[in-house]
């Protein structure tokens, strides 16, 4: 299952939080001040593993990625 960060609007405080996809966090509690519905953050950690393999980040070659082709 994939690891959602959840930031509460209330005391800011942010939780991970292993969830099924397509969890927006409107059911989970804070655990700091224990209000209900915290906010689903966009973390650079999630989208990181999401695309693994097509980023070429640190190839400054032009390859496109597929550092295979450049080295
Ligand atoms: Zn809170």
């Given amino acids: 299952m994939p690891m959602y ?11 991970t939080e292993l969830c ?3 969890e927006n966090g409107e059911s989970l509690l804070c655990s ?11 973390s650079g950690f999630a989208s990181l593993g999401l695309s693994g393999g097509s980023g070429g980040g640190n190839c400054s070659a032009g390859c496109s ?6 080295h």
Avoid: D, H, W, Y
Avoid at 32 to 42: D, H, P, R, S
């Fill in 32 to 42: 700091a001040c224990g209000l209900t519905g915290l906010m689903k953050q966009i």
């Fill in 5 to 15: 960060e959840f930031q509460c609007p209330n005391c800011g405080v942010v939780t």
């Fill in 20 to 22: 099924r996809m397509g």
């Fill in 65 to 70: 990625g597929n550092c295979a082709s450049c």
